[in-house]
């Protein structure tokens, strides 16, 4: 009677061993799913956890941009015209220093005041006793490449200096920008403009007047020209 009901016992099991253990369709694409999966689980776990790699990812990136900055720089900012403005100067004035040999057009309802200093003499533009725009001249025999570098060693606060930008004024002459990035606002912030004519060095400032800065260095001339 004990035989008959091991005999029985084996006998019920052996149909869930089966499933198991028969190879059918569907397991064979479940190994395969498996097989191809698992890799690139595994190698996406380990670029995610792994900061280095990515660390090694950004740096090239980041190579990569400055290359095509580089090379942008070289061919086609040198021949680029002067950043663009929004304002209509179809009624603008043209002032002329006789002293200084240079002119500029401006807003007829703004104030000229020329200031000597020791480092450089100042022709501001001046709105409601406030002065927006300031074109300096130096004193000295310094080219503008010197004075560019002295801006770029100077110390920015809440931002970070950029490479220069050159532009070409309209009778050819060479502008260099010195302008850097607002770490705060996250944006680029318009730069004070150097350039020369002759023997005098030309800086222009603006004092949060961007488009007054740029619609004043695009009319800006020289008489010896």
Not at 152 to 164: A, D, V
Request: charged share 25%.
């Amino acid at each position: 009677m004990e035989e008959n009901n091991f005999i029985s016992e084996e006998t019920s099991e052996s149909p869930l061993k089966t499933q198991f253990t028969t190879v059918t369709t569907l397991s064979k694409y479940l190994a395969l799913l498996l097989f191809i999966a698992l890799p690139f689980i595994g190698g996406w776990v380990g670029y995610k956890y792994s900061p280095e790699k990515i660390v090694e990812v950004e740096k090239i990136v980041i190579q990569e941009i400055q290359k095509v900055e580089e090379n942008y720089d070289s061919k086609s900012i040198s021949e680029a015209n002067l950043p663009s403005h929004n304002l209509d100067t179809s009624d603008w004035v043209t002032y002329m220093s006789d002293d200084y040999g240079v002119s500029f057009k401006h807003n007829p309802s703004w104030k000229i005041n020329v200031a000597p200093g020791s480092v450089a003499d100042s022709i501001m533009i001046v709105v409601d006793d406030y002065s927006i725009v300031n074109l300096g001249i130096f004193h000295g025999d310094k080219d503008v490449t010197s004075y560019v570098s002295e801006a770029l060693n100077k110390k920015c606060n809440g931002c970070e200096l950029q490479k220069p930008r050159d532009y070409m004024m309209l009778d050819g002459t060479k502008v260099t920008e010195v302008y850097a990035f607002d770490t705060f606002n996250k944006k680029s912030m318009l730069g004070d403009f150097y350039f020369s004519s002759g023997d005098k060095v030309f800086w222009l400032h603006g004092d949060s007047a961007d488009d007054e800065t740029k619609a004043i260095m695009e009319t800006v001339s020289f008489s010896s020209n």
